[in-house]
């Protein structure tokens, strides 16, 4: 099975702040790799995805960017948060062919 | 992507079966239906797929008619640790180019 690592845990950035998470993969090569975001009570909304190195597709539009450096290394920035990105941040790999998706731990950003 | 419907939130007491079930009426020929669980401030989890009649592992059970517009999820004998959200996906198995898409699933909340 997969582990996803995700970091850090909980942050806590004031409005106009930068942000970089980075989530990277263990037991698969080659995977497909997401970002969600969660607001509290809520589902899981689909920010980025991408099935290779460099390749992203974004599903909404929004003040913030994902890279995918290495094979197993998703990374989710911004240049300058807005309250509205408060939320718990998860990422997800899946091996292509497979059926079931990995969850890592998850982020939980409060931007105050 | 088959889109699905699913109750918001269910109730149940410990040591009863529960039954949640989803509708996708359209739903493709190649999609597969799969449920995840999430606990508060986790990650989902798989819990099981299936693409027609039933499934059953040492988590739940998975019934999907011969016309798969539905399927229901059942949890035998739930406890108090099964208190989570619910999800229901409708995809095709190699869903790599067209990513999984989460709804705002099911809250059940199991009484003592």
């Known amino acids: 099975s997969q582990t996803i690592h995700q970091w850090p845990a909980t942050l806590v950035q004031p409005v106009g702040s930068p942000l970089s998470l980075e989530c990277t993969v263990e037991?698969?090569?080659?995977?497909?790799l997401y970002w969600y975001r969660q607001a509290a009570g809520r589902g899981l909304q689909l920010l980025f995805y991408?099935?290779?190195?460099?390749?992203i597709s974004s599903e909404v539009p929004q003040n913030l960017s994902a890279s995918r450096p290495q094979d197993r290394q998703f990374i989710l920035s911004s240049k300058k948060l807005l309250l509205s990105d408060s939320g718990f941040y998860l990422c997800?790999?899946?091996?292509?062919?497979?059926?079931?998706?990995?969850f890592g731990p998850g982020t939980r950003l409060t931007v105050t | 992507l088959a889109k699905t419907t699913q109750p918001i939130s269910m109730d149940s007491y410990e040591g009863q079966e529960v039954n949640i079930t989803c509708s996708h009426n359209n739903i493709a020929t190649n999609d597969y239906i799969t449920w995840y669980q999430q606990f508060p401030s986790q990650g989902p989890r798989f819990i099981i797929q299936?693409?027609?009649t039933k499934v059953t592992n040492e988590v739940a059970s998975l019934f999907i008619p011969a016309d798969r517009k539905s399927s229901t999820l059942s949890l035998p004998r739930v406890s108090l640790s099964d208190t989570a959200v619910y999800y229901c996906?409708?995809?095709?198995?190699?869903?790599?180019?067209?990513?999984?898409?989460f709804g705002k699933g099911t809250r059940l909340s199991v009484i003592a």
């Open positions: 996906l409708v995809g095709a198995r190699n869903s790599g180019n067209t990513p999984l898409v």
């Open positions: 037991g698969t090569s080659n995977p497909n």
């Open positions: 997800a790999s899946l091996t292509p062919g497979s059926y079931e998706q990995y």
């Open positions: 299936g693409y027609k």
């Open positions: 991408s099935v290779g190195i460099g390749q």
